[in-house]
């Protein structure tokens, strides 16, 4: 195990594990891993964390992860022997509870691999990808196969299998390219839309995110998700995650029927007979090497041979290849598959048929990679009595996001999800759908047909009305009118008679820090960035872009992993100091009724002074200061961090730092007038403009 694992064993940080390593001579060696990442054994780190007291009992799961990723096979080889096991425990148990009173190790480990065989062939069908069940291979792996058994008797075999792929998801994100839940989802729905999802295929299924949203969709058309009528179809080239998802699928929905090879989809199709009601797939973008040099006189490239850069419309040939007539295929591809020259033939070959029924673009963050608005393609495979439709949907929701988390936009996936689905169903339903300007349009394929063939949404568009109008840009000059009157009643001004202390000379304020006072207690710091979505009712988060433009909360938080539990935000409240630690700006929020709630984000530090010793707006108005920040910041690096233990305040009496509260509340008030206002000017103006281009405002 690594130090990130005796970390999470002994609920620490990492950095405590190397002070360990460092103050304690009997602390473990390493058995293994390199000089900047050793390995530990598990038995010796757990009796050390005992004999010092930091550790009582290590948890099962914690145990079976631990002797999955230190089997001598590798931790993909191990995870298959441990989803094979679950099977055979949730679907043989009586068999499995005989077998798991031998307590021979050998014996176990001999009789295992025809259980196991019988149970995935029964299961699976016999070309499964889940190989490598031999006695041999098993030799090692009876302290995996017993604890296995013992978490699926306390977590189900299901909930078991998806918390040690998800760890192991997790601790490899640049080996694998995953399909979040939120596109996986609304692809799932726009197949579903046209029919029962009876046949499903993903010739790329990766870990299996396509077809198990298949799977729950077309539970809830039934009463019991057993009974879903759906059968299961994967193919993956990677014969580790061939094996991984083949279980996660026959381990979700007890009856469904799943059929998985492990083999290059294009270059060794494994289902070459098959006729689908769906196919979802997100295929690997921008692949020189798909076969094009071998495949030049394959049947599948029926609407034209793509080129070598064009692999992505190679998978979309092959998806209507192995649809049957009138299926619908749902892919995702990057956006460039609708401009780029070289596709252009068969793109317009596509419209001219009838194939490709719908273009919607994602919001950036939909999907790896994260900076990129992908697209949705949905295609219908021509026949079955329905004529093709002359026209293409065009939708576009790579506006819809909240903010900023985790550094990237998070969509707002309720909306994208709707506004896609209603523009979908309505179209497929009559063939034509109400133009919403900037969001959806139905076009003539025939229009489409010129020296481009683009099909990129935002081109065939036309922009939201400009304003709403004149009438509209009438009333947001009235508001503009009203917040510039009143930036002029709130410019501060001094008031005759104030009599502050003489700060000249030598008659100096005795200062304090932030640091002091939270030794103290007069307040309590506290850093963001911490905590998963609960279950339900998750807050949004308040992000450091958010308290430097003062706006409200945008973020969101991210889901919970499979491989943990999920983690308490930090939650600010009325009256609390948050203060971005980025970016070398003198920036002091004091949060108010409308704010509180909401989730501390990343690069934010939160003060909550007590109220009895120290006034909120008195404190956030001296940390402002330009020279405080000055002095407390970092310049070690190419970002600027603040420290904020060390940005100082006067010591005052409670009553002093109440009238230089009040009037720090007054400057926040003016400073929040000068943004509104500079809002509406920027919206009249862009308004004004779009209006004189577009026709809807005369230049009188």
Same mark, same amino acid.
């Given at each position: 195990?690594?130090?990130?694992?005796?970390?999470?064993?002994?609920?620490?940080?990492?950095?405590?594990?190397?002070?360990?390593?460092?103050?304690?001579?009997?602390?473990?060696?390493?058995?293994?891993?390199?000089?900047?990442?050793?390995?530990?054994?598990?038995?010796?780190?757990?009796?050390?964390?005992?004999?010092?007291?930091?550790?009582?009992?290590?948890?099962?799961?914690?145990?079976?992860?631990?002797?999955?990723?230190?089997?001598?096979?590798?931790?993909?080889?191990?995870?298959?022997?441990?989803?094979?096991?679950?099977?055979?425990?949730?679907?043989?148990?009586?068999?499995?509870?005989?077998?798991?009173?031998?307590?021979?190790?050998?014996?176990?480990?001999?009789?295992?691999?025809?259980?196991?065989?019988?149970?995935?062939?029964?299961?699976?069908?016999?070309?499964?990808?889940?190989?490598?069940?031999?006695?041999?291979?098993?030799?090692?792996?009876?302290?995996?196969?017993?604890?296995?058994?013992?978490?699926?008797?306390?977590?189900?075999?299901?909930?078991?299998?998806?918390? #040690?792929?998800?760890?192991?998801?997790?601790? @490899?994100?640049?080996?694998?390219?995953?399909?979040?839940?939120?596109?996986?989802?609304?692809?799932?729905?726009?197949?579903?839309?046209?029919?029962?999802?009876?046949?499903?295929?993903?010739?790329?299924?990766?870990?299996?995110?396509?077809?198990?949203?298949?799977?729950?969709?077309?539970?809830?058309?039934?009463?019991?998700?057993?009974?879903?009528?759906?059968?299961?179809?994967?193919?993956?080239?990677?014969?580790?995650?061939?094996?991984?998802?083949?279980?996660?699928?026959?381990?979700?929905?007890?009856?469904?029927?799943?059929?998985?090879?492990?083999?290059?989809?294009?270059?060794?199709?494994?289902?070459?007979?098959?006729?689908?009601?769906?196919?979802?797939?997100?295929?690997?973008?921008?692949?020189? @090497?798909?076969?094009?040099?071998?495949?030049?006189?394959?049947?599948?490239?029926?609407?034209?041979?793509?080129?070598?850069?064009?692999?992505?419309?190679?998978?979309?040939?092959?998806?209507?290849?192995? #649809?049957?007539?009138?299926?619908?295929?749902?892919?995702?591809?990057?956006?460039?598959?609708?401009?780029?020259?070289?596709?252009?033939?068969?793109?317009?070959?596509?419209?001219?048929?009838?194939?490709?029924?719908?273009?919607?673009?994602?919001?950036?963050?939909?999907?790896?990679?994260?900076?990129?608005?992908?697209?949705?393609?949905?295609?219908?495979?021509?026949?079955?009595?329905?004529?093709?439709?002359?026209?293409?949907?065009?939708?576009?929701?790579?506006?819809?996001?909240?903010?900023?988390?985790?550094?990237?936009?998070?969509?707002?996936?309720?909306?994208?999800?709707?506004?896609?689905?209603?523009?979908?169903?309505?179209?497929?339903?009559?063939?034509?759908?109400?133009?919403?300007?900037?969001?959806?349009?139905?076009?003539?394929?025939?229009?489409? #047909?010129?020296?481009?063939?683009?099909?990129?949404?935002?081109?065939?568009?036309?922009?939201?009305?400009?304003?709403?109008?004149?009438?509209?840009?009438?009333?947001?000059?009235?508001?503009?009118?009203?917040?510039?009157?009143?930036?002029?009643?709130?410019?501060?001004?001094?008031?005759?008679?104030?009599?502050?202390?003489?700060?000249?000379?030598?008659?100096?304020?005795?200062?304090?820090?932030?640091?002091?006072?939270?030794?103290?207690?007069?307040? !309590?710091?506290?850093?963001?960035?911490?905590?998963?979505?609960?279950?339900?009712?998750?807050?949004?988060?308040?992000?450091?872009?958010?308290?430097?433009?003062?706006?409200?909360?945008?973020?969101?938080?991210?889901?919970?992993?499979?491989?943990?539990?999920?983690?308490?935000?930090?939650? !600010?409240?009325?009256?609390?100091?948050?203060?971005?630690?980025?970016?070398?700006?003198?920036?002091?929020?004091?949060?108010?009724?409308?704010?509180?709630?909401?989730?501390?984000?990343?690069?934010?530090?939160?003060?909550?002074?007590?109220?009895?010793?120290?006034?909120?707006?008195?404190?956030?108005?001296?940390?402002?200061?330009?020279?405080?920040?000055?002095?407390?910041?970092?310049?070690?690096?190419?970002?600027?961090?603040?420290?904020?233990?060390?940005?100082?305040?006067?010591?005052?009496?409670?009553?002093?730092?109440?009238?230089?509260?009040?009037?720090?509340?007054?400057?926040?008030?003016?400073?929040?007038?000068?943004?509104?206002?500079?809002?509406?000017?920027?919206?009249?103006?862009?308004?004004?403009?779009?209006?004189?281009?577009?026709?809807?405002?005369?230049?009188?």
């Amino acid at each position: 195990m690594t130090a990130a694992g005796i970390a999470r064993l002994a609920g620490v940080g990492r950095a405590a594990v190397s002070n360990w390593r460092r103050r304690h001579a009997d602390f473990p060696k390493p058995v293994g891993g390199t000089e900047t990442s050793p390995a530990f054994a598990l038995r010796d780190i757990e009796q050390w964390l005992r004999d010092q007291g930091k550790l009582a009992e290590v948890p099962l799961r914690e145990r079976v992860w631990q002797q999955l990723v230190g089997h001598p096979a590798g931790a993909a080889a191990a995870l298959r022997q441990a989803g094979a096991v679950l099977l055979l425990v949730r679907d043989r148990p009586s068999a499995w509870r005989q077998l798991r009173a031998a307590t021979d190790d050998a014996e176990l480990t001999g009789v295992l691999p025809a259980m196991l065989d019988s149970v995935l062939v029964a299961r699976l069908g016999s070309e499964h990808p889940v190989g490598g069940l031999t006695r041999e291979a098993l030799a090692p792996s009876a302290a995996l196969v017993r604890a296995t058994g013992d978490l699926a008797a306390v977590d189900g075999a299901d909930r078991a299998y998806a918390f #040690l792929l998800g760890r192991h998801l997790d601790a @490899n994100p640049r080996q694998y390219t995953l399909t979040p839940p939120g596109p996986a989802a609304l692809m799932a729905e726009l197949a579903a839309l046209a029919g029962p999802l009876g046949t499903v295929l993903d010739p790329a299924c990766g870990a299996g995110a396509l077809l198990t949203a298949a799977q729950e969709r077309a539970a809830k058309d039934t009463a019991e998700p057993a009974d879903a009528p759906v059968t299961l179809h994967g193919q993956e080239a990677d014969p580790d995650l061939a094996a991984l998802s083949a279980l996660r699928l026959a381990l979700d929905v007890p009856g469904t029927q799943v059929r998985v090879r492990a083999a290059d989809t294009l270059r060794a199709d494994g289902f070459p007979q098959l006729a689908a009601d769906a196919v979802l797939v997100h295929p690997p973008f921008n692949e020189r @090497n798909w076969g094009h040099d071998e495949l030049a006189y394959d049947p599948r490239w029926e609407y034209g041979f793509p080129a070598r850069t064009e692999s992505e419309l190679a998978w979309v040939q092959h998806a209507l290849a192995r #649809l049957r007539e009138g299926g619908t295929a749902v892919l995702l591809m990057p956006p460039a598959v609708a401009s780029r020259r070289s596709g252009r033939r068969i793109r317009a070959d596509l419209l001219r048929r009838g194939a490709l029924r719908a273009v919607i673009a994602l919001p950036a963050g939909a999907a790896p990679p994260n900076g990129v608005p992908l697209h949705l393609w949905v295609l219908r495979k021509p026949g079955g009595g329905a004529p093709p439709t002359p026209q293409l949907l065009v939708v576009d929701t790579a506006d819809l996001a909240t903010g900023q988390t985790a550094g990237r936009d998070k969509p707002d996936w309720q909306t994208v999800h709707t506004t896609a689905v209603d523009a979908w169903q309505a179209f497929d339903r009559d063939g034509d759908i109400e133009e919403v300007p900037g969001v959806r349009r139905s076009l003539a394929a025939i229009d489409l #047909l010129d020296d481009d063939v683009d099909l990129a949404p935002a081109r065939h568009l036309p922009p939201p009305a400009a304003a709403g109008g004149p009438a509209e840009l009438a009333r947001v000059r009235d508001r503009l009118t009203a917040t510039l009157a009143r930036t002029t009643e709130l410019t501060p001004r001094p008031k005759a008679g104030d009599t502050l202390p003489d700060l000249t000379g030598s008659a100096r304020w005795p200062l304090t820090t932030v640091g002091e006072l939270a030794r103290s207690g007069a307040l !309590v710091l506290r850093s963001g960035g911490a905590g998963t979505a609960p279950a339900e009712g998750a807050p949004a988060v308040l992000t450091d872009h958010d308290v430097i433009a003062g706006g409200a909360p945008s973020g969101t938080l991210p889901e919970a992993s499979a491989s943990g539990p999920a983690e308490e935000p930090v939650l !600010v409240r009325a009256g609390d100091v948050v203060v971005p630690v980025l970016g070398g700006g003198a920036i002091a929020r004091v949060v108010d009724d409308a704010t509180a709630g909401a989730a501390l984000g990343r690069n934010l530090t939160l003060l909550r002074p007590d109220p009895a010793a120290v006034d909120p707006w008195f404190l956030a108005g001296f940390l402002r200061g330009t020279a405080n920040n000055r002095q407390a910041s970092s310049y070690a690096s190419t970002a600027t961090r603040l420290d904020v233990r060390r940005l100082q305040l006067p010591r005052l009496p409670l009553a002093e730092q109440r009238r230089y509260g009040r009037r720090f509340s007054d400057l926040a008030t003016f400073e929040e007038a000068l943004r509104q206002a500079s809002r509406l000017g920027e919206q009249l103006v862009r308004g004004l403009y779009d209006g004189l281009t577009d026709g809807s405002v005369g230049p009188d």
